[in-house]
């Protein structure tokens, strides 16, 4: 049976684990606030409803084209151009080329970035294997402008972290979307995952400050992991209604 990304794939390893998927998510949930194209997220009225779930819903989707058969994840990536094409037609516009690209660069680069805080630096083949899987996807759904090489994705990534992000009423809004949903602890949380993850460029935007408080805490966190007892503390944290979808994720296919 041949799968979308292979079996002993370094994807695999990166998407295999709440952890790593749980730091994905916020840096794309501080990134997917500053998007220009953010207004596309709001227009369904679904992202200011549920901001995990959407937020969740796209991360599950990648899960599920990374372990699925060759295929399976081909329809699924097909799943998901329809539903933006569906968007599309009820509002009577194209979502912008670089948006799409915008959300793919993003997964790649946090997929990278958050193997790299739980785990270890990652050789440069392994971070062209990150791209490689993405640039499938990106192939799949006929994206244009798509960069041919992970040196080229590289430059492109600056260069849309340069031209694509903006703090407006969207960034303010979701933000407060974001801590009503949260509460006040799990929010200070997510600021703090958001700190060690995301780009300078979005840090600055943000403000979200120069150290996370989750630093110091990092080597006993993989301590409790190698104990297996390190979801006594994310049962502690996680909001209830997401502690069964996690646990899901922390399954190695």
């Not at 006040?184 to 840090?203: A, H, T």
């Amino acid at each position: 049976m041949k799968f979308f990304v292979e079996k002993d794939s370094v994807v695999r390893e990166i998407w295999g684990k709440a952890d790593t998927i749980l730091f994905i998510f916020a840096g794309a949930s501080a990134e997917f606030a500053l998007n220009k194209a953010v207004d596309w997220l709001y227009f369904t009225g679904k992202l200011p409803a549920d901001p995990l779930g959407r937020l969740f819903s796209t991360v599950n989707y990648a899960r599920q084209i990374v372990f699925s058969e060759n295929e399976a994840a081909l329809k699924a990536i097909d799943k998901i151009t329809n539903i933006h094409g569906a968007v599309e037609k009820q509002r009577g516009g194209k979502i912008p080329d670089w948006a799409y690209l915008d959300v793919l660069f993003m997964l790649i680069d946090y997929s990278i970035r958050s193997f790299e805080i739980l785990e270890r630096k990652l050789t440069n083949a392994e971070k062209g294997e990150v791209f490689a899987v993405f640039l499938k996807v990106g192939q799949r759904m006929n994206l244009v402008g798509l960069p041919e090489t992970y040196a080229g994705w590289l430059q492109m990534r600056d260069e849309h972290l340069q031209s694509d992000l903006l703090k407006s009423n969207f960034t303010i809004d979701l933000y407060k979307q974001y801590r009503k949903h949260l509460g006040p602890l799990r929010f200070k949380l997510l600021i703090e995952g958001q700190i060690l993850v995301v780009p300078q460029k979005v840090n600055n935007l943000l403000k979200l400050g120069r150290f996370s408080l989750l630093t110091p805490v990092l080597g006993l966190y993989k301590l409790l992991r190698t104990l297996r007892m390190d979801w006594l503390l994310k049962s502690a944290i996680l909001p209830k209604n997401y502690k069964q979808e996690i646990r899901e994720l922390d399954v190695v296919g």
